[in-house]
């Protein structure tokens, strides 16, 4: 199987933030904003390994400002790291209102697909090889990641997470 890099597998995708997409106070509902993060990310994990894939995991996602009716959402999904049959994909959400011309950064999360066979069983996908300084760091950073989410699924004992256990014991 071929390297790929995370440019590959990078996807844009752009909504406008409608009346049936808002709570009572005109903001963006979670559930739809995490319903497109899902959708961006699942895009840019098939790039990747051009199959169908699963969602397996969504953690680390912070709501920093909401996005109001009428504004422009945007989503940007990139992998950062892929293992055996899995990947780890990093989504930003920018929102946009653009009669003010304003740009902000409303969320970000990572979500983890598992690529599957004509079966249903997970395959195996190609390595991911960042680079860019950004990417190198994402890519090292999604090692820590993975072993946390494997400890806090009961996946993974403590005292065998290496990379992790290293962030706080000498």
């Known amino acids: 199987m071929k390297p790929k890099h995370p440019q590959g597998s990078f996807v844009v995708m752009s ?5 049936n997409d808002t709570n009572t106070l ?10 497109w993060m899902d959708i961006a990310a699942a895009i840019a994990a098939q790039k990747h390994c ?3 894939v699963v969602t397996a995991s969504v953690d680390n996602v912070s ?16 992998l ?3 293992f055996n049959t899995s990947m780890e994909v990093f989504i930003q959400v920018w929102g946009e209102d653009l009669s003010a011309q304003y740009r902000y950064l409303s969320n970000e999360a990572y979500l983890t697909f598992v690529a599957l066979d004509p079966n249903g069983r997970p ?4 390595e991911l090889v960042p680079e860019t300084e950004t990417e190198i760091k994402m890519f090292d950073g999604a090692l820590r990641r993975r072993q ?18 290293a962030l706080f014991v000498k």
């Open 15 to 19: 909504e406008l933030v409608l009346p």
């Open 26 to 35: 005109g903001n963006l509902m979670g559930g739809k904003l995490m319903h």
């Open 50 to 52: 051009n199959c169908p």
């Open 63 to 78: 709501f920093a400002n909401p996005i109001k009716l009428g504004n422009l959402l945007t989503v940007e999904a990139k």
């Open 80 to 82: 950062t790291r892929s």
């Open 123 to 126: 395959r195996k996908v190609p």
């Open 148 to 165: 946390l989410r494997l400890i806090m699924g009961g996946k993974m004992k403590l005292e065998d997470a290496d990379e992790l256990r």
